[in-house]
């Protein structure tokens, strides 16, 4: 071990240095990014030419010589035994090569339930897939999909969640279910049983459990405050949809796959077909977004392998956007029971949440994370339960539970300081605790030129403007499954290889960036080979983890073939190891600085082809952080602008001010980039998206784009960003992501700031033109 | 190898099927750029010619990026089908198959069409040009050099259609303003949220232009 003084702090606030006790084996502290010329810049992205020119290759563009295209019969009644399945039409028709039935499925919560009696999965939901067809063509393989009858037993079913939890409701499931969690980031508390329909309570999360007495602090408040709020189903609707390209290859598979994780779908592949890990390859290179939807190789995924498999040719099978909607994941809605107690002077004294969502036939609706960690209040209990539906599974979808418990939340505590006659950022720095947010909260105030909020619904006329802010909270995840390899050629040449992929986020260029640095080059000198499972196993993109699970390995390996390199460097230029100082791709004896060689002579000079080091991730310097200290690290604080038309109900937003930080910026450019999108699907989710069943058919009315309401360039407004530096000696770069923190308070921010227009809370998403009437009393 | 197939099944389950649908829309533009006129155009030679086709595969020429391509294709084939699956130009992306996305946008004569609107057999003898054939002799077009310069891409996946309207925006436009822009590109969707850079990105070309 050995003892290294590294940055700490946030620059312009309380930036020092502290201490820390490392392996040996960790390169030398990384100084602030003002001190550095890659890391902290605004670099192009390395694959921008790629994507500007039409020649990056996603899932969806890859053609294979042989190959089949997959498509999927799928129920098309919400909830029923399947009691027979004829295929022989379809098997006849012309140009089918390969039909598998479905004999278990792979999401959703206890898939394997049921499916003893008829020998088939028992259909939970409108759009559960049943039977797989691989033909010539996707034209012949939806007629042959068209031919094939299946026999039901339709049984009761239920798709609202209200009347889920009526105890007359059908029952989704008969007995208690459990669930894998996605490495997405949502938290599902195993082992609880359900009454009808119902799952929990969830009372715990990775925070701990229920803290102090409820009663007392109710009975120690001055003023109590109860509300209920409600949020929709989300969809993720990535613009790529779910899909894989699979080669079985007679047991050499090699799956393209648009994915979060290669590593999952490796991994859920080997398993569902018992192969060793090394036969099954998954390449990721583009990934058309993802949003927490795409973690695991999917009903779809398991079927284009069975067809495969049997045709012994490639399959590609690719969701249509319909499927997208109804099967391929959702943010689970919720009903939140909210009750806080608090003294004159703002202090919490308990707050408690009682709380309902459902994930449709899946598990994972809790929201109540965010309550428990943000505010410091001694007194807190949170019981969640999740309400089985006859819908699609949900599925983790960034910031998991954050979002809609930020909803809940912020409005609450935005309504606090109103009763309390405080201005809702100085309620906030009394009870938040957070150092990162409390300096985002000074930096928005005066961005913002923040005053506090006039009377709500005070302005004059039928427009009416208003302000809000919220804030947001996510821990700071780390996947220490995180390996990077660097190599350096004959030539120059130094290539970045791991199988973490880059779903959109700037995975590729943050490690250029991060190898460039280390080695004294520029980004665009690294060759950055990301997303197949050939290389060493990355991180999956979930949970904001990538960018400070991957960048330190990345660092560390890269500072592993330069050590080599100084070796070779002093030999050729007669010193020692110690004298030589890397710059600007030279490689210089301290003494004489007019001995050197450069990066590339200096390569020419390696006894082999190329060297190459490889670095997994580390422990955090000063202990691995979750739950602990690492919530403070993700915080968010964001602003919003809106003008609302009471006449017409239409809320308009005009104005976002986001402040953000994620520990040592990498990439300032696609740090803007991710913060601009969650602020945009953030503003969607408050006024737009909404997934709409049908009560009396079980189906989805919206699995499109055009009535599934979404953003588009005039739903967009002016986004202004502020980035804090923020240093916590965490690790060799110190970097954390950004994803998940950025979609997180926009919706509570956008909700406050129409009802500082309108003078009435909105407590249901999405905020409708027909809500705000209804709330004002026009209809 | 060859298939004798029936007719297809969704005709006759009384689903609209996509030739249905099709030979009453004609050619659907993108966005709002239907305005431009050609497209209406367009659409009456379209139906001037219009003669019954298949169901098996019949040959094409079609003019792709300065090229005369001969194809074979069921008349069913969408125009992105052809472009994507036979010609490989695989930068033209399909993203909801129903026109609701834009990010299939290619130009048809320098109009942009919604490719996964329009049928292969419809183009006739009219150029077509998708984000392949944008940079001429590896140079890329100042919309191009812009989303690089400007972060305007995170997937990636938007990406051409955006470029698409851009350009053709900026080429009967050459100062518009942000409004002119946010209409331009009013039908493209981005769930990734790039917006606010994709429009700095267009105006920065517009100036450098």
């Known amino acids: 071990m050995k003892k290294v003084k590294l940055p700490y702090g946030i620059p312009d606030y309380n930036l020092t240095e502290i201490v820390r006790e490392i392996p040996n084996a960790e390169p030398p502290a990384l100084p602030v990014n003002s001190k550095l010329k890659v890391i902290g810049k605004r670099v192009k992205r390395t694959d921008a030419l790629a994507k500007v020119t039409g020649t990056a290759v996603f899932t969806a563009d890859v053609y294979l010589p042989g190959m089949l295209y997959g498509k999927m019969f799928r129920a098309d009644i919400p909830h029923a035994r399947i009691k027979s399945i004829d295929v022989s039409a379809a098997k006849a028709h012309p140009g089918v090569f390969a039909i598998h039935i479905f004999k278990e499925m792979i999401e959703g919560a206890n898939p394997k339930e049921n499916n003893k009696k008829s020998g088939y999965p028992e259909v939970k939901y409108a759009g559960q897939p049943i039977v797989g067809v691989a033909a010539i063509s996707m034209d012949i393989a939806e007629e042959a999909v068209n031919l094939i009858r299946v026999e039901y037993e339709p049984l009761e079913f239920v798709v609202d969640m209200d009347d889920a939890r009526k105890p007359e409701a059908p029952l989704v499931y008969q007995t208690n279910v459990n669930q894998e969690t996605s490495s997405g980031g949502e938290d599902i508390e195993e082992g609880l049983k359900s009454r009808g329909n119902v799952r929990g309570p969830a009372t715990k999360s990775f925070y701990g459990g229920p803290r102090g007495n409820l009663k007392k602090g109710f009975a120690e408040a001055d003023v109590i405050i109860e509300r209920t709020y409600r949020t929709q189903v989300q969809t993720h609707c990535p613009l790529e949809t779910h899909g894989v390209v699979v080669d079985y290859n007679r047991g050499n598979v090699t799956i393209y796959a648009s994915t979060q994780s290669t590593k999952g779908t490796r991994n859920d592949f080997a398993k569902t077909f018992d192969l060793p890990k090394s036969k099954v390859r998954v390449i990721s290179e583009f990934i058309g977004g993802g949003f927490g939807a795409k973690h695991t190789l999917g009903n779809f995924g398991v079927m284009a392998g069975h067809l495969s498999k049997q045709s012994g040719r490639p399959v590609k099978l690719m969701l249509d956007r319909k499927e997208e909607h109804v099967s391929a994941g959702n943010r689970p809605n919720s009903l939140q029971l909210m009750k806080v107690g608090a003294k004159k002077d703002g202090t919490l004294t308990a707050l408690k949440l009682l709380s309902y969502g459902t994930a449709g036939v899946g598990l994972g609706s809790g929201v109540g994370n965010i309550a428990q960690a943000m505010y410091e209040c001694p007194n807190f209990k949170m019981d969640q339960y999740d309400v089985f539906t006859n819908a699609g599974p949900g599925a983790a979808f960034r910031a998991p539970g954050n979002v809609q418990g930020a909803f809940a939340l912020e409005q609450l505590i935005d309504e606090l300081a109103e009763r309390l006659d405080v201005d809702p950022l100085q309620l906030r720095e009394k009870i938040d605790k957070s150092t990162i947010r409390k300096v985002q909260r000074e930096r928005g105030t005066q961005l913002m030129n923040w005053k506090k909020p006039k009377k709500a619904g005070s302005d004059p006329g039928p427009v009416k403007k208003g302000i809000g802010v919220a804030q947001a909270h996510w821990p700071r995840f780390v996947n220490l499954d995180s390996t990077v390899e660097v190599r350096v050629m004959q030539d120059g040449a130094v290539e970045v290889r791991s199988a973490v992929q880059d779903i959109g986020t700037g995975t590729k260029t943050v490690l250029a960036q991060v190898v460039a640095e280390e080695l004294g080059l520029k980004s665009a000198d690294i060759t950055v080979l990301i997303g197949d499972t050939l290389f060493p196993i990355g991180p999956p993109s979930g949970g904001s983890v990538v960018t400070g699970s991957i960048t330190p390995p990345a660092r560390n390996a890269a500072h592993k073939v330069k050590t080599k390199l100084i070796d070779l460097a002093a030999g050729e230029l007669d010193t020692k190891a110690e004298n030589i100082v890397v710059e600007n791709s030279w490689f210089i004896s301290k003494s004489d600085r007019s001995k050197k060689i450069s990066f590339k002579n200096l390569a020419g000079k390696l006894r082999v082809e190329q060297i190459t080091e490889t670095a997994s991730r580390s422990d955090d310097y000063g202990g691995f952080m979750i739950g602990t200290v690492g919530y403070e690290e993700l915080g968010a604080v964001q602003f919003a602008e809106v003008s609302v038309d009471t006449e017409t109900g239409f809320v308009k937003v005009d104005r976002i001010m986001a402040v953000h930080s994620c520990g040592r910026p990498i990439n300032i450019s696609q740090i803007e980039s991710q913060i601009n999108g969650g602020v945009i699907m953030g503003i969607a989710y408050a006024l737009y998206e909404d997934r709409v069943m049908d009560k009396n058919t079980g189906h989805q009315m919206n699995p499109n784009l055009d009535q599934y309401k979404m953003p588009f360039s005039f739903e967009v407004p002016e986004i202004q960003i502020e980035l804090i530096e923020e240093y916590g000696a965490r690790s060799s770069t110190d970097a954390t992501g950004i994803g998940e923190p950025a979609n997180i308070a926009t919706a509570a921010a956008v909700a406050n700031a129409v009802y500082n227009a309108i003078g009435v809370r909105m407590t249901e998403i999405p905020i409708t033109p027909a809500r705000i009437l209804a709330a004002l009393g026009k209809i | ?209």
């Open chain 2, 1 to 209: 190898m060859k298939y004798k197939r029936k007719k297809p099944k969704t005709e006759k389950t009384g689903r609209i099927s996509r030739r249905g649908f099709l030979k009453g829309a004609g050619i659907t533009a993108a966005g709002t750029v239907l305005a431009g006129s050609g497209v209406l155009k367009l659409q009456a030679q379209t139906e001037e010619k219009d003669k019954t086709l298949g169901p098996d595969a019949v040959n094409i020429k079609i003019k792709v990026n300065g090229h005369v391509r001969q194809l074979s294709i069921e008349p069913r084939t969408t125009l992105a089908d052809a472009l994507r699956k036979e010609l490989q130009l695989t930068g033209v992306k399909v993203g909801c198959n129903r026109g609701a996305c834009s990010a299939c946008t290619v130009w048809i004569d320098g109009i942009p069409v919604l490719s996964c609107m329009t049928l292969a057999v419809e183009v006739g003898d009219k150029e077509v040009t998708t984000i392949e054939g944008l940079a001429k002799d590896d140079r890329l077009n100042p919309v191009q050099e812009a989303f690089m310069e400007h972060d305007a891409t995170q997937c990636g996946f938007c990406t051409s259609g955006m470029i698409m309207t851009a350009t053709h925006l900026l080429e009967h436009n050459p100062s518009p303003t942000e409004k002119d822009v946010k209409v331009a590109l009013s039908g493209n969707f981005c769930r990734c949220g790039t917006h606010p850079k994709v429009f700095d990105a267009i105006l920065d070309a517009a100036r450098k232009m």
